[in-house]
């Protein structure tokens, strides 16, 4: 499934930059990875979070728990300048038709971790 694969190459990615975190901070685990996700950002949030599962093993996020926050689509039109919810990146202005470029919702990034410090 194209689908399933993109969410898995964005987790592997996920772990890895938080890997390469919790190492240059000492870490023995990391317990805790929340990322950033937008509703326009292409990502299925249960597929995300079932992919991050299968990329922590056998690394420092063995078992972490991934919390997303997810980020609304909010566009503007590039015509009127009218704000509102969007959906779809490609979306028509419902006042005047115009373009909607999108201003919140395509978010995709770690916003924090949560690790073990070194022993001893
Ligand atoms: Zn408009």
Known sequence: MMSAMH???IAIKIVELAEAEARAAGARRINR???EVGALAGVLADSLRFCFEAA??????EGAELAIVEIAGLGQCASCGEEGP???LLALCPA???FMRPLKGRE????SLN????EG
């Open 7 to 9: 969410e898995m190459s």
């Open 33 to 35: 990875v929340e990322v």
């Open 56 to 61: 922590c093993r056998a690394t420092l996020a």
């Open 86 to 88: 969007l959906a779809e």
């Open 96 to 98: 005047c038709g115009g």
């Open 108 to 111: 995709l990034r770690l916003l």
């Open 115 to 118: 690790i073990d410090e070194r």
